[in-house]
């Protein structure tokens, strides 16, 4: 059964940084884009991040572009997101998913599957 598990949120100041890690158990993501996505209270999950199987192909959301960074380990079967810069309103539940072999853009839920069970990261002082 495909399984993925985020780890690495926690509480941090604003203009902290922190790494999230998407670990896959269960089968290997050499063959699997993978999204980061987060979800605030009362609000939709939204896409944030994606990086292609191979890895020569990175999106993000206009909200985070320059303040992080996506990333994979393909033999660690680990994808990381690199958030600097933090800001109150990156405060979320953040989960990552896989997908299709490329990504088209910023990931869009309904393109992805086998959903962790997500991290949460709060950003305040």
């Known amino acids: 059964q495909l399984q993925l598990v985020e780890s690495g949120g926690g509480l941090v100041q604003p203009g902290g940084s922190l790494r999230l890690s998407c670990a896959a158990s269960?089968?290997?993501?050499?063959?699997?884009?993978i999204g980061w996505f987060r979800q605030a209270p009362g609000l939709e999950r939204e896409g944030v991040s994606c990086i292609s199987a191979s890895g020569g192909s990175t999106n993000y959301a206009d909200s985070v572009k320059g303040r992080f960074t996506i990333s994979r380990d393909n033999a660690k079967n680990t994808v990381y997101l690199q958030m600097n810069s933090l800001k109150p309103e990156d405060t979320a539940v953040y989960y990552c998913a896989a997908g299709n072999y490329y990504c088209s853009g910023v990931p869009r839920t309904a393109e992805f599957r086998s959903w962790g069970q997500g991290t949460q990261v709060t950003v305040s002082s």
């Open positions: 269960g089968f290997t993501l050499d063959y699997y884009a």
